[in-house]
Every structure is written in structure tokens, then in C-alpha cells.
């Protein structure tokens, strides 16, 4: 993983020095007779790329394929350009394409093999009198140390060293964006899975303590028991639903408050709740299933095994363009060196230790960093006896984050 990790932080940091260099040659357009003829030729290369880049990070795919293709072929300067994924032609811009089953049959070999090859005018017959084909350049295409498909440029002469080179610099390129759309899709599925790890979380204890709360209320006071079970209904409806990695500030806190209503009907007079919301926070995105788990965890943890009344406060203010969450309660507190444990020490070394509060507290800090970045985890404060305050900070705006997505 930290392989993985150090790749796309050196892609990250090469789009980043392109973005500033085409900052810098957009600049100098802008003043006439200013960019040289280099600075001009780069920002067509820039400019060319960014194009293709935006449908290949979507994927290999058919129509991701023939978005970018006709960009790679400016890239290369081919007289024609295919995309192959292991098994298909996906598209082909430019010429040759009644040549299509032949580059086919090499592109596979190309993909089997891992290495590039050149096709001459001899290898590349037709009955065509007048084909302008006259060879090609063949080079895989690696995601992620998989080679996924194949990148062909079609020559209208015997392939060139220029065009050789410019086609295999050309699919390495490709190949990283390829490797970053693998990478998105890998950190989605990881969300959803870190999803259903903190929904697996919430149904053990909390469904079976809710439903003999309810169940308490069923004799004694019906209605109460039927506003209950509707409160509880909402509340696992929002927990359980399928889709969207992401919620607003004010849906979590409509689920927090039946959470809370469910747990005021088993603690009674002994939970005590005090909320500080600035209305301008409660379109803020975050993701989902990020501050209920905090709510629980200083309900479970903090007050449950304290004597006496607790109190639970939970505040969102406007900072700017931040908006500052803290969940804090009065409660029993923990040892920080604890807390600053491994889980999986934890879970062997020291059996009264509940792992479950640190694996929901490092899954919402795991969750929010890779959203917005390191800047954005969780920061708890806590000691034996002292309660516990657990912060967060959240952008108000992100790109590519919005409710629902």
C-alpha cells in the first residue's frame, strides 16, 4: 500500500508542476508577442493532455476510449491511434482503420507479453492499392504493474524512432492516469466498506438496547412506544441506505436526534443532550456516517459507565471557510496512552479494553483525511475521569465532494 501511496503522491506532485507551468504559459498567451515558440508548444502539449487525461481517469472502457483517442494521436502525432483494453479494440482515430483485425491480433500480444513491438509495411498487407499504411508502433499499457490494454500508432510511412519514443512515453502517461482511475475506484469501494464496517458497529449493541427500550413502553405507554418505533424506523433507514458517500450536516444531525430520542427513553433524566448549531453550517457536506459515531461513542462509552446524570454537547460554528464540530461528553474519560495504541494491541493485550469506540473513532479519521486531506482528522481530547471532546474540522467547499455523491 505504501508503494501505492508514494506512486500517486509523485503523480500528484507532476500534475501539480504542469498545472502551474500551463498557469505560467496561459499567462504569457495573454500578453501579445510575449511566449516564445517553446512556451506556446508546451501549452499545446499541456493543454492536449489535460483533455485526454479526464476520460482515461474514468477507466478503460469503450466510451472513455473514443473521448480520449483522438487527443493521444495529437499527443503522438500518428497518422492514426487505437486503444485496446486485453481483449477488444475499444476506438481508432485517424487512419488505418481496415486494418483493424491485424493491430487487434498484436495488440494481444503486445498485452500477453508486456512489451512493445513495431509493425513494418510487410506485416501490415491489405487489398487496398492505395493503403497509406505503412507500419505501426504497439506499446502496453500498465496500470497499477497490470497491463490493462494496448496504445497503437498507425504510421503512414516505416515507423520512425520519434514515433516510437513518442508512443511509448505516450502509454507510460496514459497508463498512470489508467492507474489513478483504478486508485479512485479502489478508495470508493474502501469508503463503502468502511461504511458497512461502522454500520455493523451501530447493529449489535445499539439495535438490541433500542428495541427492549421500546419494548419496556409497549404496555405502559403505547403511543410512546409507537413514536419509538417510528424514531427508530428513520433512524435505521438513514444508516442502512445504499447509496451516497457523502450527507449534509444538517441530515446527520436529523439522525443523531433520533438516535438520541431512542437513547433518552432507555437512560431517562440520566442523559442530558445540549446542541450549538450555527444555522449557516447545515449545508455543509461531510461524509456519511461521520459524526453519528461520535454521538454513540460518548453515549456507549463516556456515559453509560458513569453513575449519576452525564451530559453529551455538540457543537458546529462557522469558522470561515471551515466549518468546527466538537462532540464532547462529561463522562469517564479514557487513558490518552490507550487511545494512542494500536487496535490490534488493543484487541490482545488488554481484554476490559473495548476495541469497538477506537475502530469507530479511527474509521471517521481515516474517512475524513482521505476526503479532504491530512489537515482535516479527527483531534481528541481525554483523560481518566475528564470526559472526552473529539474535533473536527470540515471545508464548507471541496471539489468533487457533494451530498449524495
Not at 509523485?10 to 501579445?32: D, E, K, P
Not at 483494453?85 to 487487434?104: F, I, K, P, V, Y
Not at 502509454?171 to 492507474?179: R, T, V
Request: with cysteine; glycine share 10%.
Amino acid at each position: 500500500m505504501s508503494g501505492n501511496l508514494s506512486a500517486v503522491f509523485g503523480v500528484v506532485s507532476l500534475v501539480t508542476a504542469l498545472a502551474a507551468a500551463l498557469w505560467a504559459v496561459l499567462r504569457l498567451r495573454g500578453r501579445r508577442g510575449i511566449a516564445t515558440a517553446t512556451q506556446r508548444a508546451t501549452y499545446e502539449v499541456l493543454h492536449t493532455a489535460g483533455l485526454a487525461a479526464e476520460p482515461l481517469r474514468a477507466g478503460l472502457d469503450p466510451a472513455g476510449a473514443a473521448k480520449a483517442v483522438r487527443h493521444l494521436r495529437a499527443l503522438v502525432g500518428a497518422a492514426g491511434l487505437a486503444l485496446t483494453d486485453r481483449e477488444a479494440l475499444l476506438a481508432l482515430d485517424g487512419r488505418g482503420a481496415h486494418h483493424g483485425d491485424q493491430l487487434l491480433a498484436a495488440a494481444r500480444r503486445v498485452v500477453g507479453s508486456g512489451r512493445s513491438t513495431v509493425l513494418r509495411d510487410s506485416e501490415l498487407r491489405c487489398d487496398l492499392v492505395d493503403c497509406p499504411v505503412r507500419g505501426a508502433v504497439l506499446a502496453p499499457l500498465s496500470a497499477d504493474g497490470r497491463v490493462v490494454g494496448a496504445l497503437v500508432a498507425i504510421a503512414d510511412e516505416q515507423p520512425a524512432p520519434g514515433l516510437v519514443q513518442a508512443t511509448l512515453e505516450t502509454a507510460h502517461w496514459a497508463g498512470d492516469q489508467l492507474a489513478l482511475a483504478e486508485l479512485d475506484s479502489s478508495r470508493e469501494r474502501l469508503a463503502r466498506a468502511e461504511v458497512r464496517a461502522l454500520r455493523a458497529q451501530i447493529s449489535p449493541h445499539f439495535i438490541y438496547n433500542a428495541l427492549t427500550a421500546i419494548g419496556s413502553f409497549v404496555r405502559t405507554d403505547p403511543e410512546r412506544a409507537r413514536e419509538l418505533i417510528l424514531e427508530f424506523a428513520e433512524f435505521t433507514r438513514y444508516s442502512f441506505r445504499a447509496h451516497g458517500e457523502f450527507t449534509t450536516l444538517a441530515e446527520e444531525l436529523r439522525s443523531i436526534d433520533r438516535y438520541l430520542t431512542i437513547e433518552r427513553a432507555r437512560f431517562g433524566e440520566r442523559l442530558q443532550v445540549r446542541l450549538q448549531i450555527a444555522p449557516e453550517v447545515l449545508p455543509v457536506t461531510l461524509p456519511f456516517l461521520c459524526l453519528q459515531p461520535l454521538v454513540e461513542n460518548a453515549v456507549r462509552h463516556g456515559l453509560s459507565r458513569k453513575p449519576g446524570t452525564g451530559m453529551v454537547s455538540i457543537e458546529a460554528r462557522d469558522a470561515g471557510a471551515e466549518c468546527h464540530i466538537t462532540v464532547e461528553d462529561d463522562g469517564v474519560g479514557m487513558d490518552p496512552t490507550t487511545l494512542a495504541t494500536g487496535i490490534a494491541e488493543l484487541a490482545g493485550s488488554d481484554p476490559t479494553v473495548d476495541p469497538g469506540q477506537h475502530v469507530g473513532l479511527s474509521n471517521v479519521d481515516e474517512r475524513l483525511r482521505s476526503a479532504f486531506g491530512d489537515r482535516f482528522g479527527l483531534v481528541v481530547e481525554t483523560g481518566l475521569g475528564s470526559g472526552t471532546k473529539v474535533s473536527m474540522r470540515v471545508p464548507k467547499f471541496h471539489p468533487g465532494v457533494r451530498a449524495g455523491s
